[in-house]
């Protein structure tokens, strides 16, 4: 119905690397087009998700606001995509071991010893345990450290929570972000189910802009 109107759509998708949503859109588009060869629809790979991808969808509408063209605001989206952060740990592993993963003796000896993953969106989009923290309260502590370690131009953006049933423990986050960064704002919200199904309650992810992430998982 938009194209009906002469409406652009720009479509954020969801990371390559977790679903297939953005080669669904590829072949939804090219079926549309053939009906309006005049329309113009634009796909991002956002190569992450969440409120990573809320993000640059923000990002997107701030811009569209502003006066910028549908191109300017895709090239803008590729060119910096990179550049939106995720930092994330979650409470349990066997949430993980069921979505296929960690590994059942990764999970179990990984509950045992309380072992919390440390999780960012690399550079494919993949989810990948950078590095492994023991304790909770330890895992909540190093998200605020990784942040504070890449994030660019803190005082002019708003960072963003996103949790699995865990408020409190997001408001624990989002009081020491406050407390040890310059920033415009912190907002906390909730993980979608889609994720949650697959990390489990407890987790606890912040996102943000900072340098490049050129990191690759295994």
Not at 58 to 75: H, R
Not at 146 to 160: A, F, G, M, P, R
Request: one cysteine or more; charged letters at 25%; hydrophobic letters at 40%.
């Amino acid at each position: 119905k938009y194209l009906d109107q002469g409406i652009d759509v720009l479509y954020i998708s969801c990371s390559s690397a977790l679903s297939g949503s953005v080669n669904i859109a590829r072949m939804i588009k090219d079926q549309v087009l053939e009906n309006y060869p005049d329309g113009k629809i634009n796909i991002v790979d956002s190569l992450i998700s969440c409120l990573g991808q809320g993000l640059m969808v923000l990002k997107a509408a701030e811009m569209k606001k502003a006066g910028q063209s549908i191109d300017e605001i895709t090239d803008y989206l590729e060119e910096n995509k990179l550049k939106v952060h995720q930092v994330a740990t979650v409470e349990n592993l066997d949430y993980l071991k069921r979505a296929g993963r960690v590994k059942a003796t990764s999970a179990f000896f990984g509950n045992l010893f309380g072992v919390k993953p440390i999780i960012i969106s690399d550079a494919k989009g993949q989810n990948y345990a950078l590095k492994k923290i023991k304790g909770r309260r330890a895992s909540l502590l190093h998200l605020v450290e990784y942040l504070k370690e890449n994030i660019v131009d803190s005082k002019n953006q708003i960072i963003y929570i996103g949790h699995a049933d865990s408020v409190e423990d997001a408001e624990f986050v989002k009081e020491h972000i406050e407390r040890e960064v310059e920033c415009k704002g912190v907002y906390i919200d909730y993980i979608g189910p889609i994720v949650g199904v697959s990390v489990g309650p407890g987790t606890i992810a912040v996102y943000y802009v900072g340098q490049e992430v050129t990191v690759i998982g295994d």
